[in-house]
């Protein structure tokens, strides 16, 4: 089995930063792709931004320039840098991954952003 585990959400002020993480462990043998998405209250879930193993990288509309996504191969660990932040980008985030040729989500992480 495979879990997800994300830390790194909070409260921030418009034009604030923060750092999510995501770890990825258990019996993993392949890593295809992981990203994040969210969903804020009302509204459907959505990709935020995404990296494949061939490092092939997308982001939503919404977020780029302000957004970037990386990842830590040997840690098995994805990480998404959240600046210039917006009160519309406050939702809960969770953390997908293509693994094992089956698809996982962590539990989600709240991003609140106070105007």
């Known amino acids: 089995q495979v879990q997800l585990v994300e830390s790194g959400g909070g409260l921030v002020q418009a034009g604030g930063s923060l750092r999510l993480s995501c770890a990825a462990s258990?019996?993993?043998?392949?890593?295809?792709?992981m990203g994040w998405y969210r969903q804020a209250p009302g509204k459907q879930r959505e990709l935020v931004a995404r990296?494949?193993?061939?490092?092939?990288?997308n982001y939503a509309d919404s977020v780029k320039g302000r957004f970037t996504i990386s990842r830590d191969n040997a840690k098995n660990t994805v990480y998404l840098q959240m600046n210039s932040l917006k009160p519309e980008d406050t939702a809960v985030y969770f953390c997908n991954g293509y693994i094992n040729y089956n698809r996982y989500w962590g539990q989600g992480t709240q991003v609140t952003v106070s105007s």
């Open positions: 258990g019996s993993i043998r392949s890593i295809e792709a």
């Open positions: 990296i494949s193993r061939d490092g092939t990288i």
